[in-house]
């Protein structure tokens, strides 16, 4: 196995490249109309927009294709994990568990996923407030499948055997006397070389941090320099069978396939510093002047939920479907972003200033909560539009590894 590499710091922000692709990050800005190598830009967010500097967590990721290109989700079959703590009558005796059994190999084929039993747990997952301990077994690596959770952030112990994981951000090994985090939101994928087990402290609605000092000094507990942070890496390959995206969304699981704001208006606070329990939010006509810049909104999986609604007009990142009188709903880390065609045309158009929504009006609801829908508005409406993924099944691979500056607008 090649050396991995890694940089320090807890809560750093950093910046990488696979030196595949030397210059793969835009210089000066995060979203140019454009990005080197031909690659799509996405925001992956950690936090609230509002949330103050000290808490406010994000990432830009330079994509081959946007996240939210991929078929329809599908729930499939949960096996051992679950949310639901009133299964049995509580038990307030003293509770002893001998090592749990990892299933042989030569018996039948489990990975990290299929792999994950819930033990205990508290709190509510649509609320953002609560945990959960997990205990993976499992004997084969997931293969042409990676896995995201919509619902809280994972903390990874492993016990027996090590875990090579491949992330979003880069890769990295972690074997038993060291642990790593996983972001909510962040898709990973797991190669193990035996028979492996381990424990999983999972957290709803807050990210780990290192604790205080205070008394005990400057040099107590864990310093940021002890954690390391994966170099970008990439890959490209296409999975005749289809590659598979698992996500862990309100406790449940699914499967897909995959070929602040300056317009608040109103806000309601949590008593969690610039995280809303709803923000009102309009998009009204106005003057588009960046400079250098992809204009339209960029892709990008939140924390938050989004509800859009259209009053009147044309939203400008969807100008098909999304009808006045009509709505979206895009869940914690549910990708989204400007249909294919809208993509196209904003990554090659002059850009002077030009007016943007004239005759239009669109708000959002947006919460901090994850909104569960009702059977109402999943089939008793019939409203429901069937064929929305379909907006971006056009979205194509741009990718140009050989030449980092692409040719600009006609």
Partial sequence: MA?????SGFGNECASEDPRCPGALPEGQNNPQVCPY????????????????????RSWLYRILPSVSH?????????????????VDPDPNQLRWKPFEIPKASQRKVDFVSGLHTLC?????????????????CNTSMGNRCFYNSDGDFLIVPQQGKLLIYTEFGKMLVQPNEICVIQRGMRFSIDVFEETRGYILEVYGVHFELPDLGPIGANGLANPRDFLIPV?????RQVPSGYTVINKYQGKLFAAKQDPSIFTVLTAKSVRPGVAIADFVIFPPRWG????TFRPPYYHRNCMSEFMGLIKGHYEA?????????GSLHSPMTPHGPD??????????KLAPERVADGTMAFMFESSLSMAVTKWGLKTSNCLDENYYTCWEPLKSHFTPDSRNPAGPD
Avoid: M
């Fill in 289 to 292: 002047v960046a400079d250098k």
């Fill in 121 to 137: 747990g508290a709190g509510d997952i649509r609320s953002n407030n609560g945990l959960a301990v997990h205990i993976f077994l």
């Fill in 3 to 7: 050396e991995l590499k890694y940089l």
């Fill in 38 to 57: 031909n690659l799509y830009a996405e925001q992956l967010s950690g936090s609230a927009f509002t949330c103050p500097r000290s808490t406010n967590k």
């Fill in 318 to 326: 969807k100008e098909g479907g999304f009808l006045p009188g009509g």
């Fill in 71 to 87: 078929k329809p989700f599908e729930s499939i079959d949960q096996g051992h994990v679950t949310h639901n703590w009133d299964e």
């Fill in 340 to 349: 294919a065609d809208c993509f196209e045309k904003a990554s090659r158009a």
């Fill in 232 to 236: 970008a890496w990439y890959e490209d």
